[in-house]
């Protein structure tokens, strides 16, 4: 899976809105994320119109999260921004060697292990800088020395 920078601009976006509680225009939420401008607010219009976030017009007007970011996990803002979040192997050519029949299982575990990880980590967890303890030791492992 690559995160594209749709994700992560909307994962920034999100985060910013979740750790200020309020409505924020989007003009301000991307001087603050050092995002382009044009883009996030295309981001925030696709976030909007899948109830992730809600808007209001005006001089007190923004963005705002529609639900507490504890109900908001990050699988349903890859799947609002992008899609399928499971595709990860693709689509390949069907096996002649049976030494290769089971690389597909190994890519839908992959995909059924990535969409229950994003699916386990809500976007408070994010805004807090704490994840899950499941999350938290495989992230602990991933800071490990890659020759061990």
Excluded: C
Excluded at 85 to 99: F, K, S
């Amino acid at each position: 899976m690559l995160i594209t920078a749709k994700v992560n601009y909307g994962m920034r976006a999100l985060v910013h809105l979740a750790r200020f509680d309020g409505a924020a225009k989007s003009e301000d939420l991307a001087s603050a994320q050092a995002l382009p401008a044009g883009f996030l607010k295309s981001i925030l219009g696709d976030l909007r119109r899948t109830g992730i976030l809600v808007s209001q017009r005006g001089t007190d007007g923004g963005y705002r999260l529609a639900r507490p970011p504890s109900d908001i996990t990050v699988g349903e803002v890859v799947r609002a921004l992008d899609g399928t979040m499971t595709d990860v192997g693709g689509r390949h050519a069907e096996a002649q060697d049976e030494a290769f029949l089971h690389i597909d299982e190994v890519w839908r575990v992959v995909g059924a292990r990535l969409t229950e990880t994003l699916d386990g980590v809500t976007l408070e967890d994010v805004a807090l800088g704490q994840l899950p303890s499941w999350a938290a030791r495989h992230a602990d492992l991933a800071r490990l020395p890659q020759h061990l």
